[in-house]
């Protein structure tokens, strides 16, 4: 393998293996005495699974003859692959016009919105080069937790169906990480900037990108021995834009009662700088930014390949309120640290009858987030394009992170933490009272802390053959700690806090069989266990309960596939199916009490359960691939996946005890069909697909429980939240991102869903309050493209190319709606609503003269320096309709960026 | 490189920010119409500051200061928002006090207020009287207050302490008890202009060298010599009020109310259950008049008494030779020598005049007439103007 201590002799019979091949493009130099030596370019390498190569060599009188290249053929079918994922190599990742790695997880067939095939958000688990990682503690929830830069990675794969063995705590899928690695023979560099600063207005959004990275060897510490680091820095003045900025309630937007009292209000002359007072393209309050280092050594010694790599990852950001808008102090933010060590040993042997392999792989990893109220002097510091060195500050966050037996013991608010309240600065003044708080703090302090060590011990044995055996065990120990304060700014008022130690375990043996006649053949088996590792008490409402403590919960998962050519054929047409048992256990969170009210003696509203289970599942699929010319190629495929134990996420409101507590009670099940295309021609590649999917089942909700007990324990399923029908995804790369060696480079990626299921009250009230879905989110689409033109040489700079970067996102400027109001069915709420809210406080009964700190013109309707209670009273519906702004009901805005990229 | 860099540096220069905090608008600062104040309540009694830029004036609290019958605020020349001024004595106290009529000394450093206090007959639930009052003096059931009592202040004007720099009780007539209990309240013309129009009668005046102030305590027009015990009565000054140290410190003008006739009548307090009155009033009610006072000037000494016609809430010009005073429904320019008068423009229904210390603004507190929707009772806003 070029770049790399992988070599082999083959047989006499010219077979050969070589195992443990890190994944990614790779090129593979082939010699012999005689023959023009080869060397083969971007040769597919997948993670854990064999690569068939095949190589004519030319004799060559020649002694010592000059090394033909060739590029490897991009296969466009797999048919020695019974599972269906999908793989973006790092040519290409450094082509799309993506920001972070979820956008292109989202071109993979079958994924949108972060759902795997309809499954909940914290389904799927991350592999980092072979690390199995996950946020256990809350997934479902904030997701991952770790982010890479894209600009690190050698390749992505993801498995949407029929993952093997060796991947578990996962029910819809696998995301498969390789990290980059050192030209083992010269440095190489990149610097890329691209930003939107210079864009016009209606494109602008306020981002600045700085991506570095650089690789090379490290000849001091032997030969092999090499670094890469990659520096990623992202500033955001709008860190979640959104298409229509910081926007208002139009009449096109709601029902038609509500719609004639928005026209009266914006076209009377006295109550029209009342509506919508404050709009902009970029949502205030929303600045942020992103620093993930990434550094990786690899050392070869010998048999031993050794490698470390460091990633740190910082994400903080403000968070929009459409209460705090006129705030212009405080407001909520975020903030999330993410650290994984890795430190790999791998032994390899090598010969032409197979290859052997045993790893050794231990990771810690913490991830840690804290949300609060950020402290303004943050912004302060050093500021270059949005992007701030340092960490956000959050008022109190020492207070809150101290000892939480200190904590309780002091009794006091979180210091800096205000009631909210006041009406200065906004532009309803008096009459924006309790709908704005333009004083004061959000009251919420929460964090979390997860540390895990994770160690894994694998070996595998691949055969000339094809075929691979793999077997490999698994620990993880977990130390976590959660703190939630509602009411963070009432002295006395109780923090949720939990500090607990999970383990999971998990041990695995898997077979992919090749034959002689290009059957594949894969069996596994994976048993995986978890503890919680929490002493509970049954009932939380009552004392008298018993202390249980929390045991092992064991799952065993059969992993069976089979692909194999259609004969006649002549290979260009495959079949495949798989089966697996999936399992993962549920997000530590649901362990855990969580309270409405802050306050544990009285407002218990869902009961954690510790000994929760496995969440179960089984996954059935089958598909066809085809050739349809070397140029096109299809795959169909069908799915069924059922989802036996799902945490219900809901519970009845007043429920404690045993009929509040989290179960594993809900089921579903998410079957659908999908089509993919792949297509290659000169300086073009496609990729596109569609998937065709239904998610029914039961979530429990705040009427309909599948926990109660004795009572009506809710059966009906319905269409699941993620119920997504279709997505389709394109990825078009041109000119230089399609392989082709050209100055110019385009990449065109577009996404295309309906909407999820929006579950309204059902029709005539129902019983119970039941639900119904009458209706789907409209669909969604988004078209980015990201160009670049290669101008060569740099001056003055030796071994410099320079290229310029257009980077455009939504640029069809599609208002896609991501949300709605499930009573509704549209982003805004109902008259009633409105006045309801505008009504909720009594109008001050005296008038406000001019000069008062109170007196704001727009209330002033008929602007003779005094505002009546009357013009307050006209004020107060105007800012209850401010109050419920779609802003965030919205999907990504139009942007358009610039930039340079410099390698060297 | 040199191309990278410039690049560079131009997108480096195109940095743009975040966008700010929603900004009220507040078009009327800035406003050349003159008028300062909208307070549906009376603004009374403006003084300016050292350097002619704002305005110091006692009004009722409105929406957005802490309620208060009298705060003492400030509002920019130029017209804007007000703030109450002498934080430490009117903001975040457990009891919020009644203050009126600010005057500063002529070099700017030192402020005399009033803090006041009255009584409500709110002990009864109900007043009886024996026959309608043709001008009744209050509503003792506790809507108007009845003054009692007021203390004179004295501060720096930037002082963030809690003590004054000297204070004197002035005890206001108008109200006794007999010994049988019986309530005699006497309406005096000072007491009408105080509980119908809030004039700030007791206004006091600094004396040039800022050792003395002139105020009145609606009987007489006294000097305090500012830390002594008590103040001297200037002989002659009955029922005079609104006092003005003339610049040179020569003369102190005031005004003296028309009194009018009195009327009588006697009214009963009743609690209810009880058949018997719990106390009976006595009241003695002069009418209400903003207009007929006469225009006094008396040398501090106390000599030298003589009127100037009539006139109203004087202030002197800066040379100490002519005084400003409302006459026949505007202000006048009054020559002291002389006694000839005139007619200044624009200042109809203008009372307490003020003249900037620069001599080019005069700001008052113009009567708004009762009927709009706003100012149904009608009222005083402050007003300036160029002199």
Redesign the interface.
């Known amino acids: 393998m070029d770049k790399l201590p992988h070599r082999v002799a083959s047989g006499a019979d010219g077979r050969f293996v070589i195992g443990a091949v890190p994944a990614g493009e790779r090129d593979l130099r082939i010699a012999h005495i005689g023959y023009k030596p080869i060397l083969l370019t971007r040769v597919q390498v997948r993670p854990g699974r064999s690569s068939d190569v095949n190589i004519a060599l030319e004799a060559s009188p020649v002694e010592v003859a000059a090394i033909e290249v060739r590029a490897d053929r991009q296969r466009l079918i797999e048919p020695e692959v019974s599972t269906t994922h999908e793989t973006v190599v790092g040519r290409e990742l450094r082509e799309l016009p993506v920001d972070a790695l979820d956008q292109v997880l989202e071109l993979t067939t079958g994924v949108s919105g972060g759902h795997f095939r309809g499954g909940r958000i914290g389904q799927e688990v991350y592999v980092v080069d072979g690390v199995e990682l996950k946020n256990q503690l809350e997934a479902s929830r904030e997701g991952f937790g770790l982010e890479l830069s894209p600009s690190s990675l050698e390749e992505v794969d993801v498995i949407t169906g029929g993952f093997g063995a060796a991947y578990g705590s996962a029910l819809s899928g696998v995301v498969s990480y390789t990290t980059r690695r050192g030209n083992p023979e010269r440095w190489e560099s990149r610097v890329a ?1 691209t ?1 939107d ?2 864009a016009p207005a209606s494109w ?1 959004r ?1 981002f ?1 990108g700085l991506s570095l990275s650089s690789g090379g060897p490290v000849s001091f510490l032997g030969p092999g021995a090499t670094l890469f680091a990659d520096v990623l820095a992202q500033g955001m ?2 860190a979640d834009n959104r298409a229509r900025g ?1 926007t208002c309630l139009t009449p096109d937007d709601v029902g038609a009662e509500l719609a004639a009292a928005i026209q009266n209000l914006a076209a009377d002359a006295g109550t029209r700088d009342l509506y919508c ?2 709009s ?1 393209s ?3 309050n ?2 942020g930014d992103k620093l993930i280092g990434f550094a990786r050594f690899d050392k070869p010694i010998g048999k031993l390949n050794l490698n470390a790599s460091m990633l740190r990852n910082r994400t903080q950001n403000e968070l929009y309120t459409s209460e705090f ?4 102090t405080y407001h909520l933010g975020q903030r999330f640290n993410g650290t994984l060590a890795n430190v790999n040993a791998e032994w390899l042997t090598q010969k032409a009858t197979g290859s052997t392999s045993f790893s050794v792989r231990t990771a810690l990893m913490r991830l840690d987030r804290y949300l609060g109220v950020v402290d303004p002097s943050t912004f302060d510091g050093i500021d ?3 992007f701030r060195p340092q960490s956000f500050k959050f008022l109190g966050e020492d207070f809150a992170r101290k000892d939480i037996i200190e904590q309780i013991s002091l009794g006091s608010a979180i210091p800096g933490y205000v009631v909210p309240g006041g009406v ?4 309803f ?2 009459a924006g009272a309790g709908i704005f708080f333009t004083e004061g703090t959000p009251t919420i302090a929460s964090w979390s802390r997860s540390d895990v060590l994770s160690t894994d011990i694998a070996a595998a044995r691949y055969t000339p053959g094809g075929s691979m055996y793999r077997a490999g065990t698994t620990a993880k120990l977990y130390r976590v700690e959660t703190y939630e304060r509602a009411l963070a700014h009432l002295a006395g008022s109780m923090p949720n806090y939990a500090r607990f130690y999970p383990a999971t375990l998990a041990a695995f043996g898997e077979a992919n069989i090749q034959t002689d006649d290009g059957m594949h053949f894969e069996f596994g088996l994976r048993v995986e266990g978890f503890r919680s590792g929490i002493d509970f008490q049954a009932d939380r409402s009552d004392f008298l309960s018993p202390v249980l403590s929390s045991s092992w919960k064991v799952s065993l998962m059969p992993r069976v596939g089979a692909a194999f050519p259609i004969p006649g054929m002549q290979g260009r047409s495959g079949i495949r199916f798989n089966y697996s048992r999936v399992a993962q256990p549920p997000d530590f969170r649901y362990f855990l009490d969580s309270t409405i009210g802050d306050s544990l003696r009285t407002d218990i509203r869902r009961q954690g359960n510790p000994n929760l289970a496995f969440e179960k599942g089984s996954t059935y699929e089958g598909g066809i691939n085809h050739l349809f010319s070397d140029n096109v190629a299809m795959t169909l495929a069908g799915f069924r996946k059922t989802l036996d134990n799902l945490v219900s996420g809901n519970l009845q409101l007043g429920d404690v005890g045993q009929a509040g507590r989290f179960s594993t009670g809900d089921f579903g099940k998410v079957q659908g069909v999908e089509i993919t295309m792949r297509a290659r021609w000169s300086g073009i590649s496609l990729r596109a697909g569609w998937a065709l999917q239904q998610a029914t089942g039961l979530s429990s909700g705040n009427e309909n429980d599948s926990t109660l007990v004795g009572a009506d324990p809710a059966r009906t399923e319905f269409p699941l939240a993620f119920d997504r029908r279709h997505s389709g995804d394109i990825s078009l790369f041109l000119g230089r991102a399609a392989g082709l060696e050209k100055a110019w480079s385009a990449s065109l990626t577009t996404t295309v869903q309906s909407g999820y299921p929006l579950l309204r009250p059902e029709a005539g009230g129902g019983t119970g309050g039941r639900r119904e879905v009458t209706q789907y989110l409209p669909w969604t689409s988004i078209t980015d493209l990201r160009a670049s033109w290669d101008f060569g040489d ?4 030796v071994r ?1 190319s ?1 290229r310029v970067v257009f980077d455009a996102r939504n640029i069809l400027n599609r208002k896609n709606i991501l949300a709605m109001r499930t009573n509704t069915g549209t982003v805004g709420p109902t008259l009633g609503e409105v006045q309801l809210l505008a009504n909720a406080l009594p109008i ?1 009964p ?13 209330l002033d309707l008929d602007r ?3 505002i ?1 209670p009357q013009e307050a009273q006209a004020a107060r519906f105007a800012a209850a309709l401010d109050r419920f702004d779609p802003t965030l009901f919205f999907g990504e805005a139009r942007q358009l960026r ?3 990229e ?1 390698a060297f | 490189m040199r191309r990278v860099l410039v690049g560079a540096l131009m997108l480096a220069s195109a940095c743009r920010e975040a966008p700010g905090p929603f900004t009220v608008e507040r078009p009327f600062e800035n406003d050349t119409s003159g008028r300062l104040t909208f307070n549906v309540n009376s603004d009374h009694a403006p003084a300016w500051n050292a350097n002619s830029d704002s305005l110091y004036y006692s009004a009722p609290t409105f929406p957005g200061l802490p309620p208060a019958k009298g705060m003492l605020l400030s509002v920019p020349r130029r017209g804007g928002t007000t703030k109450p001024i002498l934080s430490a004595v009117q903001l975040g106290l457990p009891r919020q006090p009644w203050l009126a009529a600010p005057v500063i000394s002529a070099d700017g450093n030192s402020v005399a207020f009033f803090e006041l206090t009255d009584v409500k007959d709110e002990e009864f639930d109900l007043i009886s009287c024996a026959r309608p009052p043709a001008a009744p003096a209050r509503d003792t059931i506790g809507t108007h207050s009845f003054l009692m009592e007021a203390v004179l202040r004295v501060r720096p004007l930037n002082s963030g302490g809690a003590s004054d720099a000297a204070r004197l009780t002035v005890p206001v007539a108008g109200r006794t008890y007999s010994e049988t209990g019986d309530i005699q309240n006497t309406a005096h013309p000072f007491h009408r202009l105080f509980e119908v129009d809030g004039v700030p009668i007791f206004r006091a005046s600094w004396s040039p060298d800022a050792t003395r102030l002139a105020y009145s305590d609606g009987s007489n027009i006294r000097v305090w010599t500012i830390g002594q015990p008590a103040s001297v009565i200037l002989p002659g000054t009955e029922d005079g009020i609104m006092p003005a140290w003339s610049p040179d410190g020569t003369a102190i003008a005031f005004s003296k109310p028309f009194r009018g006739t009195a009327s009588s009548f006697t009214c009963f307090g009743l609690m209810n259950g009880q058949v018997l009155p719990a106390a009976t009033f006595t009241r003695t009610v002069y009418p209400f008049t903003r207009q007929n006072s006469q225009l006094m000037l008396i040398r501090p000494d106390g000599t030298g008494l003589r009127s100037l016609g009539e006139g109203d809430a004087p202030t002197w010009t800066a040379d100490s030779r002519a005084i400003i005073a409302h006459r026949a429904l505007s202000l006048f320019s009054i020559s002291v020598e002389s006694g000839t008068s005139t007619q200044i423009p624009n200042t109809l229904n203008a009372f307490e005049p003020a003249l900037s210390r620069d001599g080019r603004f005069l700001s008052f507190a113009r009567r708004i007439e009762a009927g709009t929707e706003t100012n149904p009772k009608g009222n005083y806003d402050i007003w300036v103007a160029p002199f």
Request: charged share 10%; with cysteine; aromatic share 12%.
């Open positions: 900037v930003t600063h210079w602008f306020g600045t003045l709008d910081l007072p404050f902009s970029i949502i205030p929303q600045r808008k006129y705030n212009p270059v394009a949005g200065a600065s906004s532009p003044g008096t740099l001056p003055m700079c410099c320079w001050p005296a008038s406000i003269p001019r000069e008062s700190p109170a007196y704001v013109l727009t003779d320096g005094i009546t610039l930039g340079f410099v």
